[in-house]
């Protein structure tokens, strides 16, 4: 429930809502979208990117001299667990024909592609289980032009003017293209998607979208795609062989600068394993574990970037790191639930942000920056907010809206997942309203592909959210399912076709001495040690007691020292 | 919170203020596999694992309900029943004695799709333990997510194929319906089976779905992407909003 101090607050937003329904049961926006320059204005005031110390120039590696995200510049000047003299590649432990690194949609459906196709083997190596990645949390949708009032080519221009025009055009066509060939190839496979009475996809507006293109499986959408994917890999355990709780660290060349497979770690044995693959796919999705400027996040436990920095390590260019998605509407009370997801597709039903006077102050579906960027302005500058109990603020999502417009009940049926997470705090999301704060939400940026997954390696392939270039520096809703699939099937084509014909050479490590040399030249002091892995939720005092266990080497300690990296007095 | 750099400043200057937060925060004690440890009493049982200082590796994933890796069973003081729950969606609770599962040991069928047929037949071959149910009704009591289990398992046994998909819709595959189940079936499998059989074979077909693929296929908007791939910056800006919306 509700602190009693919202009530007055509650009441407001109680009060304007039938004058706000009628606005909703017209055709046009209930408040004014914003046009170019009010955006840009948004932008630069509020949106956290533009924060003076949100970015400083990294100082080491392909990106050298550019400007990116602060905690990204920190990711890459760092420490490897490994050193390459302690690393035996010459009896590889396992060898393969495709190593995927990543155990989420992009990753499974490049594992099936790549064996219907070309008939090549795969091991997924992946950090935790099957299936524990941002895929199988996606909630509201796909969008994919299937409904006969939209084309590729619109969906084509909605996704370049949500990424402000900077996307890179091949990767844009090929997401929207691939796009309805997608939905049929998930149904094929027993994806249940939301239908209408005769059969045709149920469709919804997303933030940025100009026809209804949100295709949906209830509010479980991501969780009902992953599990159906994870379930047909399953069923080749000949050709496809699932390595869990075991993440790559590094990334194994060979002697002619190809992509030659990866050093895996146990987590439960704390054993490195090499692995020499024909070729190498990245699918290790974001960073939002990484907590950049201190935000809440909604993505899943081991999102903290460890494909950008082996990648990089190696010599992979990246795209557009200066970049960071903040979703809308994460939760900011209750405190238990504080950060997470509610779905877009709450306002692509006729939810509305409102401030403490239960006023609209923002067309509902901007794209997610612009968005974002308006409900900081309306607790920041205009005090439009609600302080939560925990010193948290946030603004009213108005839900009880939906079931007025489309029938009691229809909240319950079509956000089941939504509705039982605030249930459980007695908030009925079907009556009163949600209380949110945008949160940490995705990677816009990552390593630069072309339209094959290629990177500047031959042999290494990157898809899904560890990818740069296709969203720009704003991603629509639900592009980032469909990229997933699309580009993890397009991994899958290309990487197993290389694997087909490439002869590897000596493998080599050696890239790993050039980096700590050239850390050592830019004049880098660091201890921190990555990939990171996973993020520590202890408390100070309890980090200030492990921070005890001393002369620990690397790589034992590393584990430890990332933990602590902000506790260290001399990092 | 951050593990960062950028935040360090952040950090050191709240350490303060966290502390006296900490200070006025009501603590209850709970019982983790056993040992006794003093949490907040506002913390969710995964919360209150990580505020006593482990560091999960098993038993936590998405964090917000969709990803079942944080099963967790408890017991309440004076109280003999085995309670069920996400250990991130669940509160912690004064005297709860509590133990994870983040993996409940289980045999996924390996099945070819295309030769399946989605009536009772697929389930006979692939999960013929589900025929062992009993009606005791203990999966649907276990199930975090409130779904109606025992009611699937039983529509599974007449073949009803999309009931089974329609019940088990929101399953997280959790494991705790087939861990306290006396007659040892697999309810989250076989359900995901079900789904997949009512995906792929008794679902109404989308014509215009069928006719997008082909038109795709067929190059149809070759020549439009050809057009807005070599518009400049400015004429694209343009178009987006001069574009209509439905």
């Known amino acids: ?571 | 919170m951050g593990i960062t750099a950028g935040t360090t400043k952040n950090l050191s200057a709240s350490l303060a203020d966290e502390k006296k937060r900490v200070a006025e925060q009501r603590l209850i004690t709970v019982y983790i596999m056993g040992k006794a440890y003093e949490v907040p009493a506002e913390a969710t049982i995964m919360g209150a694992i990580e505020y006593a200082g482990h560091q999960i590796i098993r038993g936590a994933g998405c964090r917000e309900g969709y990803c079942g890796a944080c099963a967790t069973i408890y017991r309440l003081p004076g109280d003999y029943k085995i309670r069920t729950g996400l250990a991130c969606m669940t509160l912690a609770e004064e005297g709860m004695t509590l133990a994870q599962i983040p993996s409940v040991p289980a045999e996924k069928a390996i099945y070819d799709i295309e030769k399946l047929k989605p009536n009772v037949s697929a389930i006979q071959q692939m999960y013929p333990s589900v025929f062992r149910c009993v009606a005791c009704n203990t999966c649907t009591r276990s199930c975090p997510q409130g779904l109606q289990v025992m009611d699937y398992v039983q529509a599974a046994k007449r073949g009803d194929i999309a009931t089974v998909m329609d019940l088990s819709f929101d399953c997280v595959v959790c494991g705790l319906c087939m861990l306290r189940c006396p007659a040892e079936i697999t309810q989250p499998l076989m359900a995901i089976m079900a789904k997949r059989l009512y995906g792929r074979y008794l679902r109404q077909d989308s014509p215009e779905l069928a006719e997008r693929v082909k038109a795709v296929e067929e190059g149809v908007y070759e020549a439009e992407y050809a057009e807005l791939m070599s518009m400049s910056r400015e004429d694209l800006s343009k178009r987006y909003y001069a574009r209509d919306t439905e």
């Open chain 1, 1 to 571: 429930m509700y602190p009693d101090y919202m009530a007055e607050s509650l009441r407001k937003v109680a009060q304007t809502r039938s004058k706000r329904l009628e606005l909703a049961k017209k055709t046009e926006p209930v408040y004014p979208p914003m046009n170019a320059e009010e955006r840009q204005a948004v932008l630069e005031g509020f949106h956290p990117d533009y924060e003076s110390s949100a970015r400083r120039t990294v100082r080491v590696g392909p990106n050298k001299g550019e400007t990116l995200t602060t905690e990204v510049s920190e990711l890459l000047e760092s420490h490897s667990w490994l050193r390459s003299e302690q690393v035996d590649l010459k009896k590889p432990d396992f060898e393969t024909d495709l190593l995927i690194i990543g155990g989420g949609g992009a990753g499974c459906n490049a594992a099936l592609v790549a064996m219907q196709e070309h008939g090549m083997r795969s091991i997924i190596a992946t950090k935790l289980r099957m299936g524990d990645a941002n895929s199988m949390m996606s909630q509201g949708g796909m969008q994919a032009a299937v409904s006969r009032t939209d084309s590729p080519t619109r969906h084509y221009l909605d996704a370049i003017g949500g990424g402000h025009f900077e996307n890179k055009p091949e990767l844009v066509r090929a997401l929207t293209e691939d796009g309805p060939g997608v939905v049929k190839w998930l149904e094929d496979l027993g994806v249940v998607w939301d239908k209408e009475q005769d059969g045709s996809m149920k469709v919804m507006h997303g933030g940025g979208t100009s026809r209804k293109r949100m295709l949906s499986c209830r509010d479980y959408t991501g969780a009902m795609i992953m599990r159906t994917l994870m379930d047909e890999v399953r069923n080749h355990p000949d050709m496809i062989d699932i390595k869990e709780f075991m993440p790559a660290v590094e990334l194994i060349m060979d002697d002619k600068g190809r992509c030659a497979g990866a050093i895996l770690y146990s987590m439960d044995s704390e054993e490195f394993f090499v692995v020499k693959a024909k070729s190498t796919l990245i699918a290790t999705g974001g960073y939002g574990r990484l907590h950049i400027r201190g935000f809440d996040t909604t993505n899943h436990y081991g999102s903290t970037g460890d494909g950008l920095v082996m990648a990089y390590r190696a010599g992979a260019k990246l795209m557009y790191m200066d970049s960071v998605q903040y979703h809308p509407t994460g939760v900011s009370f209750p405190e238990q639930i504080a950060g997470f997801l509610v779905t877009e597709a709450i306002r692509g039903a006729g939810g509305q942000p409102l401030n403490k006077d239960g006023e609209l102050f923002v067309f509902p579906r901007e794209p997610r920056d612009i968005e974002a960027s308006a409900i900081i302005r309306e607790c920041v500058q205009n005090g439009g907010g609600i302080p939560t109990p925990s010193g948290r603020v946030g603004v009213w999502l108005d839900s009880p809206l939906i079931d007025m417009l489309h029938g009691e009940g229809y909240t319950e049926k079509h956000f089941p997942a939504m509705y039982r997470q605030f249930i459980r705090y007695g908030i009925d999301i079907a009556k009163l309203p949600m209380l949110i704060y945008p949160s940490l939400h995705y990677q816009n940026g990552g390593i630069e592909i072309n339209e094959r997954c290629e990177t500047d390696i031959p042999g290494l392939y990157v898809a899904g959210e560890a990818t740069g270039g296709l969203h720009g520096r704003n991603r629509l809703m639900g592009n980032s399912v469909l990229d997933y699939n699309v580009f993890g099937r397009r991994a899958g084509r290309y990487a197993g076709e290389y694997a087909k014909t490439v002869k590897l050479g000596k493998l080599s490590l050696d890239h790993l001495d050039s980096y700590e040399k050239e850390l050592a030249n830019a004049g880098v002091k660091t201890d921190l040690v990555t990939p990171v892995l996973l993020p520590s939720y202890a408390p100070k005092d309890v980090k200030k007691r492990q921070l005890l266990r001393g002369n620990n080497v690397l790589p034992g300690a590393s584990v430890l020292q990332n933990r602590l990296f902000d506790e260290r007095p001399d990092a």
